[in-house]
DNA sequence: TAGATTGTTAATCGATTAACAATC
DNA sequence: TAGATTGTTAATCGATTAACAATC
């Protein structure tokens, strides 16, 4: 039985699961044990069958969990079951590579807008959508019922650009400029610093 | 006293101190307490203190840290102290995008080339590097010392790569393909998956 | 010196692992 | 049924927080 609020490292996990679920599904198979998920994506048994027992009961002793149910479990869970409105915000060659992912023209995600505050680059289109000036984007992410922004800009902007979002109804936002956002009332915040990324490898160098 | 090893977090956010001091460096303090690296970074100070106590004594109690000498201690820590070469398998937008970044372009980090292995791409200037063909990676980065690979493919092509840059030398790789990557013998890999941090959000996204 | 702040220890909190009774 | 595998409990492990003596 569900206790409390599941630990932030097995939400994590949660969409290791449906990418895996996903795969098996697509192969074909209708039932996958824990280890079996344990095979195919290094999380220990014990694991699954713990992240998984903080939503529900899914499997069947003896029998495993049934592919498909699962995948409509979790995908309900991680409300990834209809589809979500995202814009980005930074035009820049970062904003430009992310935007034109397939995956944010899903049955998930759909990319509504770019922004950016470049006067030059406002008006032209990226991919299929149009760079919008960023004083517009409380209006439009308002109107479209936008829930998801995505920050690509130079970390002087991303406060502002994250206040801005918040206006407009935006409430989680995923950051991806090289700076510590404090949270605008009722958003939350992921942040992705590839600069740190980088740093972080360079620890787990070969000590000389 | 430094005990043993240093736990993972506070790897991560040995990044964020060392960006933190960077900052305080260029404003031309000399001298930071533990309270103010919690001001600037959100770290609390006894968490900041503790993660530092891993590495040595650092501080003067009653005055702080000495901004710049610390600085130079957590660089040579990270082994960000000397130049690493880098390579980027993957050609798409996103290897593009990080190509171009100037982070890759520092005291800490140089891009020595890209590669791919689309014929139409090989051949061709990405920035100021070649996009030279993957089957040369291994020959390439031995003779150059290219110590850090980055993956940009997609996932089909991720484990081969990873492969390949430890025939070719490379210990530490960092993953943007989406799928798990079987560690090469004497590799570390990081993985940032963009597709799965954006299906996290959803979940936080609140509840109806 | 007195006030400030460190480094570290002990207490707390939280997450992972091991193990097994329940059950398909 | 017998074998397999779940969901869960208890034990372990690890990281964070609180607190304070040491000391600049």
Redesign the pocket.
Known sequence: ?PTGRA????VLRLSIYLRCLRQVHAEGLDTI???GIQERTGI????V??D??YFG?????????AVEPLLTRLSHIMQLDRPRKVVIVGAGNLGAALAGYQGLRSSIFSLVAAFDNNLSKIGRPLWDVEIKDVRELPRITQEQGVEIGIITTPAEAAQGVAELMAQGGIRSILNFSPTRIVSPQGTTIRNVDLMKELEVICFYLPKP
């Not at 220990?44 to 694991?47: C, D, P, R, V």
């Not at 009961?57 to 969990?65: R, V």
């Open positions: 039985m630990p932030e490292p097995t044990s824990s280890a220990t048994a014990g694991q069958r713990k998984l027992s009961e899914f499997g069947k002793p003896g029998l495993g969990y």
